[in-house]
């Protein structure tokens, strides 16, 4: 089945029918102090949970909301024994950066703080009056300081990946630069050493020749005597039994 509605036809059906609902669930919230006051604990509670969102969308002035809670009827008839004047304490401390430190100093001097509150109470409200700020302003210049943060924190994550690879590379280049020194330098030191052999002059072998040519004449000469001598000697002896005979 093909639809012959509009685009978008839909969407702007649904937004108005959460807007009606919307505008149902704010005018059931009762603004009458009259009938406020009546209500049981429980009921107190069910209309404070849904008068606390209106005051955070500010359909409902916090100023109005608080005339009725700081109203010493509101807590006339809730009993000391059950929990749910604490309850309606710790509903109302969780909300108080939404209020003005004024406004926090109304709540703190009602009957229902007073009879409900505790110690960690007043540290909420100590803390919520120190500062000047209202707590709305608070809350836009908290959210500005953490975007900001989280953008310088994402830069600075840039900038260390992209400087992690160039630190990565440095010791490579300069491993290969020295390398490349290294093999200059010990190729110079070759040719100059092949440049002082060639330049220095050579040994003449001429003396060590010459005295080996020496002692072969020396030894010639040794035997050209002994055999000179040898007839001498065979002389000598042949005398020497012809004269013992």
């Known amino acids: 089945i093909i639809s012959r509605r509009p685009k978008g ?6 937004a108005l029918a959460m807007a009606k609902d919307s505008d149902v669930a704010e005018s059931a919230v009762s603004r009458d102090l009259q009938k406020i006051v009546r209500l049981d604990g429980p009921a107190k509670i069910n209309w404070m949970c849904k008068a606390i969102p209106l005051v955070r969308k500010r359909s409902l002035h916090p100023s109005a909301f608080l005339d009725i809670v700081a109203n010493a009827r509101f807590a006339a008839n809730l009993d000391d024994v059950m929990p749910w004047g604490t309850q309606m304490i710790s509903m109302l401390r969780r909300e108080l950066e939404d209020f003005q430190p004024q406004q926090v100093n109304q709540l ?5 703080w007073s009879r409900f509150a505790d110690s960690d109470d007043e540290a909420a409200v100590a803390k919520a009056t120190s500062s000047a700020v209202p707590g709305r302003a608070a809350a836009f210049k908290a959210a500005a300081k953490a975007n900001k943060e989280k ?8 900038s260390s990946s992209s400087g ?3 630190r990565e590379r440095e010791p490579s280049t300069s491993s290969s630069s020295s390398s490349s020194k290294r093999k200059k330098a010990s190729a110079k030191a070759s040719v100059a050493q092949a440049e002082t052999a060639e330049s220095k ?8 020749s010459s005295s080996s040519s020496s002692s072969e004449k020396r030894k010639e000469a040794g035997e050209k005597k002994a055999e000179d001598k040898a007839p001498d000697i065979e002389q000598e002896k042949e005398r020497e039994g012809e004269a013992q005979a």
């Open 164 to 166: 992690a690879p160039r």
């Open 108 to 112: 703190q001097q009602s009957s229902l």
């Open 9 to 14: 036809a839909n969407a702007k059906a649904r």
């Open 151 to 158: 953008v310088d924190g994402k830069e600075r994550a840039r």
């Open 201 to 208: 002059p050579k040994k003449p072998r001429s003396s060590s």
